[in-house]
């Protein structure tokens, strides 16, 4: 099974003003992947998500030049091979660590998917798990800044679809956010759990005073109140209340998840698939975090390939909590790229794939109609 071409693919699509959802980061304009393609000497393919980094271009030229010559003509079942030499020669030792987590990511998951297909294996049962139900919330790009009524609105017909936990966007100001999380907990009760995510949005004397509110309204968790690399922030936060931080969807490769378990600030990790070095690398970091006892819920990227992956990889692990579900209007990498990711079941339940592989279908001619289109996505 000898790797004879890579290929990754920068792909975009404009978000229509009327479905453009604000969040801390920004106003979303439009939205970006990088679907990497590898192909091995038997004919086989296989296809993973790089995460775009707002700057598409830049990784799938990453993957198109400097990885795909480090890994043709390695054998594509050798994932541990293939990430431990990307890591000698370009991770570990030339700069654009960042970057080069989220290009790899997406070239080991295309790995994972040719090895599920050349033994006929879904991907849960390659990493020795089941096909169990795993609990999913509503999140993703969704449930952004709006008036308390109307976040309600938004979120009724999920809770009627199945899911039995919401996320929110916060990180607007402390009043508006206590406003909208009170509103749907007065609206749904304590049947549904509450999570929120500041997408960096907060100062500390920010997170100082929503943390109260948070814990008399029984928040599951505040996610990326402050920047990946902010361990003093992060510190101070874990003394404002008990609900508990949550990080990890810009933090790479186990050698990051360290300092975070170790510090023992942030007790709800979130690496993605597409982002933290693949699968090969995530298993890692869950490893790591199961010696604390601490849970992972992995941070959902654009299409449906990263969606499936985590559901098969929350299937296979034993301290492995939510599937982030992207119910985002109008989502083509969800609904257009690929065949059906997943589906919600009335237990708010997901569950993975059983087709050989990643078990998701990728039509070629999405890509070659939707090409990148360079800037960022949020304004």
Same mark, same amino acid.
């Given at each position: ?19 453009? @959802? ?105 990493? $020795? ?14 449930? $952004? ?13 999920? @809770? ?144 449906? @390939?990263?969606?499936? @992956? ?70």
């Amino acid at each position: 099974m000898k790797i004879v071409d890579v290929r990754a693919y920068p792909t975009s699509f404009r978000v229509p003003k009327e479905r453009q @959802v604000s969040l801390g980061i920004g106003t979303m304009t439009k939205r970006d992947c990088v679907m990497v393609k590898v192909t091995t000497e038997d004919g086989l393919v296989g296809w993973g998500e790089s995460h775009h980094a707002r700057s598409p271009g830049s990784i799938g030229h990453l993957i198109n030049t400097t990885l795909k010559g480090f890994v043709l003509g390695m054998d594509a079942s050798d994932t541990t091979g293939i990430w431990a030499k990307i890591y000698k020669f370009q991770l570990g030792s030339h700069g654009m660590g960042a970057a080069t987590a989220m290009a790899m990511s997406g070239l080991d998951q295309a790995l994972w998917d040719i090895k599920g297909k050349a033994t006929g294996w879904p991907l849960y049962k390659l990493l $020795g798990g089941s096909n169990k139900p795993v609990p999913a919330y509503a999140g993703g790009i969704s449930l $952004g800044y709006q008036p308390p009524e109307a976040l309600v609105a938004e979120a009724e017909p999920m @809770v009627e679809m199945g899911y039995r936990a919401l996320k929110l966007r916060i990180g607007d100001t402390v009043a508006n956010d206590i406003a909208r999380m009170t509103a749907v907990r007065r609206r749904f009760g304590d049947s549904i759990a509450i999570l929120t995510d500041a997408n960096t949005g907060y100062s500390v004397a920010d997170a100082r005073a929503v943390m109260p509110a948070m814990d008399e309204l029984g928040i599951g968790w505040l996610e990326e109140p402050f920047p990946a690399h902010d361990h003093r922030s992060y510190a101070l936060a874990r003394t404002f209340g008990r609900t508990p931080l949550a990080a990890g969807e810009n933090h790479y490769t186990r050698f990051e998840f360290h300092r975070v378990i170790e510090d023992g600030n942030i007790t709800i990790l979130q690496p993605d698939l597409s982002k933290s070095g693949g699968i090969t690398e995530v298993q890692r970091i869950a490893a790591a975090a199961s010696m604390w006892k601490l849970p992972v819920h992995p941070h959902s990227s654009m299409t449906g @390939v990263n969606h499936a @992956v985590s559901i098969a990889f929350l299937a296979s692990i034993d301290n492995g909590g939510y599937f982030e579900a992207d119910l985002s209007l109008a989502n083509k990498f969800r609904d257009e790229l690929g065949s059906e990711p997943w589906r919600i079941g009335p237990d708010g339940c997901v569950r993975p794939l059983d087709r050989p592989g990643i078990g998701v279908e990728i039509d070629e001619k999405f890509l070659e109609a939707h090409p990148v289109i360079e800037g960022p996505g949020y304004v």
